[in-house]
């Protein structure tokens, strides 16, 4: 027992004992001694588990338009095998429905918070003239095609949390470490937030669901204190397990603010590229220093900024305004403005029913941008195994 004067002493020794017992569960995951300690059932439940896409391909279907009202709330309808017929849903118990707790009593995450609203208000610089260029405005483009695009929906996405398609590891690795760089956390906790999400859509467990509240799932979820680290190490356990067997992916989650710190070493990077470029054209003059600035501004700040909101409203907007063609247990839905934003991601009632294809295009006018470009890194050897959706599955074409 502490006393007083030692109690801070004692409260950084259980913190630090804490801490390296997370870190050292990290190495356990990987080492899967924990599943195999629980039997081989365990072990069957995991993997099932893991990879939500791949789970809901096998066991679990959805209703196809027409048979169905598409655009109408339907919250109560449980997934049906696509041989049962299409009887009437049963009615999960209110009790069920509208068990949250309600998550936003949770103390605030002041440090996400601050960091937040920090880099939105350092956003408003785009609209001071001085930082104004089209080489800056450039830089934006290309940084939300690099990042908004190829990181986050095709790299933690669709890549990492559904496994709809495999890459070479150096390639896997890059587009990782390019996500890292939109301070939207590790790789584990990413993927693990979102697997979560597919197994628990709109009901308790679901980590951002706008049945909450519209700004909840789009981003006081991220603000409010989830859960503790012993809590996350079990979320990772069950969720995360194949990503942490990634000895990168491991050591990543072993810095301190891993997402932090990958952020502020590309931003110091962009600024040192930014400045160094700028001399080289511009010269030693405070047009090169202007220009430096606007890239860094649009290219680093704007950029990080805009990339968070369309991540997020594919959280928010998607799961309640837009159609739906398959009547999931979910509140998806497909939505082309959210679609525009984010290259495809918002055809989320299309992915809510079919996860573990690599395209959530599923009618010709969805246009899904970033299947295209999972097609193009397959057709230059970036991408194998790539997943059709469900019907073209069913048709048997190849994959
Ligand atoms: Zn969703
Ligand atoms: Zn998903």
């Known amino acids: 027992m502490c006393h007083r004067r030692e109690a801070f002493s004692c409260r950084d020794a259980f913190v630090g004992l804490r801490e390296s017992f997370f870190l050292s569960t990290l190495d356990t995951i990987c080492c899967g001694s924990i599943g195999q300690t629980a039997g081989s059932d365990r072990n069957k439940h995991l993997s099932r588990e893991l990879i939500p896409g791949i789970m809901m391909t096998t066991e679990a279907a959805t209703i196809p338009a027409g048979s169905g009202k598409t655009g109408q709330r339907s919250p109560n309808v449980n997934l049906q095998s696509p041989t049962q017929p299409a009887s009437p849903a049963p009615t999960v118990k209110a009790s ?3 068990s949250y707790s309600d998550p936003t009593k949770r103390s605030i995450r002041w440090d996400y918070t601050i960091f937040f609203v920090t880099l939105h208000l350092l956003t408003l610089l785009v609209l001071m003239p001085y930082f104004f260029s089209w080489v800056g405005v450039a830089a934006f483009v290309v940084g939300v095609v690099v990042f908004g695009q190829m990181a986050i929906p095709i790299g933690y996405h669709r ?5 709809s398609f495999r890459s ?8 990782v470490t390019l996500a890292m760089c939109t301070a939207q956390e590790t790789p584990a906790h990413w993927v693990a937030w ?7 859509s709109d009901h308790a467990e679901d980590p951002h669901s706008p049945r909450i509240s519209f700004m909840w799932a789009h981003v006081r979820w991220l603000v409010h204190e989830s859960r503790t680290r012993m809590a996350t190490f079990s979320m990772y356990e069950k969720y995360a397990r194949d990503i942490l ?3 990168y992916y491991r050591w990543i989650e072993k810095l301190p603010s891993p997402a932090g710190m990958f952020y502020l070493a590309h931003a110091f990077v962009y600024a ?13 003059n405070a047009e090169a220093y202007r220009m430096a600035a606007s890239v860094f501004v649009w290219g680093v700040i704007a950029r990080t900024v ?6 997020w409203s594919v959280n928010s907007i998607t799961h309640v305004f837009g159609y739906r063609n398959y009547q999931t247990t979910d509140d998806s839905r497909n939505n082309w403005f959210v679609s525009l934003l984010t290259a495809g991601e918002g055809w989320h009632n299309n992915h809510h029913a079919d996860p573990a294809s690599a395209s959530v295009q599923h009618r010709w006018w969805e246009i899904d941008p970033n299947y295209y470009v999972i097609r193009l890194f397959g057709a230059l050897g970036l991408a194998s195994h790539i997943i059709r959706p469900r019907h073209v599955r ?4 190849e994959s």
Request: zero cysteines; proline letters at 4%.
């Open 96 to 98: 069920q429905e509208h």
């Open 159 to 163: 890549m990492l949390s559904h496994r």
């Open 168 to 175: 070479p590891k150096w390639f896997e690795r890059t587009l």
């Open 194 to 200: 979102h697997r979560m999400h597919h197994s628990h």
């Open 245 to 247: 067997s990634d000895p």
């Open 272 to 284: 040192l590229l930014a400045v160094g470029i700028s001399m080289l054209v511009y010269g030693n």
């Open 306 to 311: 805009w990339v968070w909101h369309i991540t």
């Open 394 to 397: 069913k048709s048997g074409a």
